[in-house]
């Protein structure tokens, strides 16, 4: 296959500026690489948010060194090898996990791949100090035409996936591992805060694909909700938080005794006392796994959570093995991704979009770039 030599990339120049389009040379792939040519890549909701105060909010978790390349979660298709990749060819359809880890560390060498010392997510940010070499071993990243991937980063994508659909797998394997964690199954009872946002709706589509008798569902917007509920009419119940019964006292009516896991998707400016109705409405036994990153200090009855033998996690980010078994389970037709509508920009329209993404439909729109 005879590759260009040159690229257009999206790059940001300075923290809050906008990302120009610019011209580089295409990446020559290493060993144990392969080179994509990136079809799409989705685009975070709070991406103009992230890119504008990143510095100030989290100093201490390092964006790429700038001039950088952005992009969280590109799909396209494999155009070259390296000469140490075996197992993927010319062709491939894949999901490139931006999640990055060094492999040598005690977590990497004990399978704890997201425990990393060195965990990065390429084109977005870095988790400490040690992400800056993982972004010069990997400057490339989704809002450009080309970028290098290690072969362990790799998800292959089924025909009856969409490059669209693919670029959103980073939220729906958020979800995912965090429904693994907490042992989503047959027959358990789950309530999901925040079920008609982005990351919600990876929770309520994946506990249905893993056996949940009945959902419960939370959000603000009624229209929003009853979407939500139209998935499965039979297993989801849904609440706004707008009307006047609490989300405590709601679980408890449906279900006498609690739920048995609690998914809080609610971002960092959420109200806490929507999360603490949340672990009030677990059953004993029951577990809760955060998400959506509610920001602050939040008062935890230790106390209770010990007698009623409950648990609380957080959950980041999905491994690519993980992001297999999403991929697998739309290619049974246990998941069906054409629920989301797909929003798509060329990369000379970034900016617009990572502005417009406000005008979306919760967690069923789904904002793209086809670089």
Wanted: charge should be negative.
């Amino acid at each position: 296959m005879s590759l260009p030599k040159k690229m257009k990339v999206a790059r940001m120049h300075e923290v809050g500026g906008p990302m120009r389009i610019e011209e580089l040379d295409v990446p020559q792939v290493r060993p144990n690489d392969v080179l994509v040519r990136v079809r799409a890549c989705g685009i975070v909701p709070n991406l103009g948010n992230i890119l504008k105060n990143w510095t100030t909010w989290f100093p201490e978790r390092p964006l790429p060194p700038l001039p950088a390349i952005f992009g969280l979660d590109p799909t396209g298709e494999i155009v070259e090898v390296g000469s140490q990749v075996h197992t993927w060819k010319l062709g491939d359809r894949v999901y490139v996990n931006p999640g990055r880890y060094c492999g040598g560390c005690r977590a990497c060498r004990s399978g704890q791949l997201t425990s990393c010392s060195h965990y990065t997510f390429n084109g977005y940010f870095g988790f400490s100090q040690n992400s800056l070499a993982i972004f010069r071993d990997y400057p490339y990243a989704g809002l450009g035409e080309y970028m290098t991937a290690p072969q362990y980063s790799l998800v292959k994508l089924p025909d009856n996936v969409s490059f669209d659909q693919g670029a959103r797998f980073g939220y729906l394997g958020t979800a995912y591992a965090a429904l693994r964690k907490v042992e989503m199954g047959v027959g358990k009872t789950m309530l999901i805060n925040g079920a008609s946002g982005t990351l919600g709706i990876g929770a309520v589509l994946y506990g249905l694909a893993m056996g949940a008798t009945r959902i419960y569902g939370t959000a603000r917007n009624q229209g929003l909700l009853e979407r939500v509920k139209a998935l499965a009419p039979s297993r989801i119940e849904v609440l706004s938080l707008d009307d006047a019964e609490t989300l405590d006292a709601w679980v408890l009516r449906h279900t006498g005794d609690g739920v048995d896991v609690f998914v809080d998707c609610l971002g960092p400016g959420a109200p806490h006392e929507t999360f603490l109705a949340g672990m009030r409405a677990l059953k004993r036994g029951g577990a809760a796994v955060n998400i959506g990153a509610i920001a602050g200090g939040v008062p935890i009855d230790l106390h209770t959570m010990m007698d009623l033998r409950q648990s609380l996690d957080g959950s980041v980010w999905f491994t690519a093995g993980e992001g297999q078994d999403m991929a697998d389970m739309s290619e049974a037709g246990l998941v069906d991704l054409s629920i989301f509508e797909q929003v798509g920009f060329p990369l000379e329209q970034v900016n617009d979009a990572i502005s417009g993404i406000e005008n979306r439909h919760g967690g069923f729109s789904n904002y793209v770039i086809h670089p």
